[in-house]
């Protein structure tokens, strides 16, 4: 959908129009506009109620309920959303180039209680630690310029999977029953592989790409990975293998297909196998520019076969890639990646690939900051997702609007006019309204 030639607001209406034309029902046009436009004013916290403040100061409390409902009780479906706002948004990342990459990651939301769904004592990102939060789960396309979330739900922990009655409080789908942060990211790809969209580079960090049924489902599906490992990981170096199956001595028991290891046979910790290089295997290069200086670091790069319970294959793993990274100054190798890309790609080429999942970091932290993705405050499956796709929505405009905005502008206000809070109005909960 083209909306260049018009003004930001005009943009953002036909932008809403598309998104209307998808959500159901025409009474829904003004609170998707509204809750859309509110995420993207400075109204601070973006949860329901300053968002009413600014978008309808003159009934407030109404425009709080409209809200309410429409993000926490709304029988709209997030997937027709998402695909419309994929829809219009991917052509103006496509603009800059092709997608280049499917990244897949998780991001967590600090949150106190035990009532709202999906909250459980978990690892959290953004804290850097285990702590009470929710963990949701997203699969973006990407490309140098630009990255959008394509796919996104909570992740389940089991103690809320099998806990029927809060379940059943949350309105979480019977459909809905654990499943692991890989295997959730595995059918947001199988699902964006099936709407053929265009396909790029599946990026993963270590959080996933441990996970061998991953990365073999992914080969399965036709897509080349970049998968984070850890250092322990174990795998056989250039010119050795597991040996081949027994040969069959008739009258000795049952033939063997299983591949073998013995004494002198066995596969090498990348991070020994890192220690083991040449100095001529190091490479320092340079990946793209910073904010203030070029991002560059040593890499190695070598082709391997992985190990993985080899012995119960009757054939070896096939090549891949093992990439290293071993920055100047630190005492041993800070990253390891697995990559099935082609034996032919440049070693360049490949460093670049395995660093764009930095977009990631970059949706979540423009998502949370620009757009309030953590400011939800409801407890439900259908508000958390709901609040999630229109946060989707309104980051997705902002990506369309890129080009249009001064770097030194603030983005996510750079297409309204600042709408004033009502005079003597305080967020539910704040001091003063104490």
Not at 118 to 137: E, F, H, P, S, T
Not at 167 to 194: N, S
Request: aromatic share 8%; with cysteine.
């Amino acid at each position: 959908m083209d909306f260049q030639g018009q003004s930001s607001e005009a943009r953002f209406s036909a932008y809403v129009d598309g998104l209307v034309s998808v959500i159901g029902h025409a009474d829904r046009a003004r609170p998707l506009r509204d809750y859309c436009q509110g995420l993207m004013l400075p109204c601070g916290r973006k949860s329901v109620e300053p968002m009413a403040a600014v978008t309808a100061p003159e009934r407030t409390a109404a425009q709080h309920q409209s809200l309410l409902h429409f993000v926490g009780e709304g029988r709209w479906s997030d997937e027709p959303v998402l695909a419309k706002v994929r829809e219009m948004v991917l052509p103006a990342i496509d603009r800059h180039g092709p997608i280049e990459a499917w990244i897949i990651d998780d991001t967590g939301f600090p949150k106190k209680g035990t009532h709202s769904v999906g909250v459980a004592r978990q690892y959290c990102g953004q804290l850097g630690k285990q702590d009470n939060c929710q963990v949701a789960v997203s699969l973006s396309l990407a490309n140098a310029h630009a990255s959008l979330p394509v796919a996104y739900r909570l992740y389940l922990p089991e103690s809320w999977a099998s806990d029927t009655a809060r379940r059943k409080k949350a309105g979480v789908p019977e459909k809905i029953g654990f499943q692991t942060k890989p295997e959730i990211a595995l059918d947001q790809i199988r699902a964006a592989c099936a709407a053929g969209l265009p396909r790029g580079v599946v990026l993963m960090d270590a959080g996933y790409g441990t996970h061998i049924d991953l990365r073999t489902a992914v080969t399965e599906l036709g897509l080349p990975y970049v998968a984070g490992i850890l250092s322990n990981t174990t795998v056989w170096a250039p010119g050795t293998g597991p040996l081949p199956p027994k040969p069959y001595v008739r009258g000795r028991g049952r033939p063997t297909k299983q591949l073998r290891r013995d004494a002198e046979h066995q596969p090498v910790k990348v991070k020994d196998h890192a220690f083991s290089l040449p100095a001529k295997a190091w490479r320092t290069i340079t990946w793209r520019e910073g904010s203030n200086v070029p991002l560059k670091s040593r890499f190695a790069r070598l082709r391997i076969r992985i190990a993985h319970r080899d012995f119960n294959r009757s054939e070896p793993w096939p090549e891949e890639w093992l990439l290293i990274e071993w920055p100047k100054g630190e005492e041993e190798p800070t990253k390891y990646w697995l990559s099935t890309l082609p034996e032919n790609i440049g070693f360049a080429r490949l460093v670049d690939l395995a660093k764009l999942r930095w977009r990631i970091e970059r949706d979540y932290q423009e998502l949370k900051q620009e757009v309030g993705l953590g400011h939800f405050e409801g407890r439900g499956w259908r508000g958390f997702h709901h609040h999630a796709t229109l946060c989707i929505a309104a980051y997705g405009f902002l990506i369309s609007e890129r080009e249009t905005i001064h770097p030194s502008a603030p983005r996510s206000t750079a297409f309204f006019s600042q709408l004033a809070v009502p005079d003597g109005y305080r967020p539910r909960g704040s001091a003063i309204a104490a």
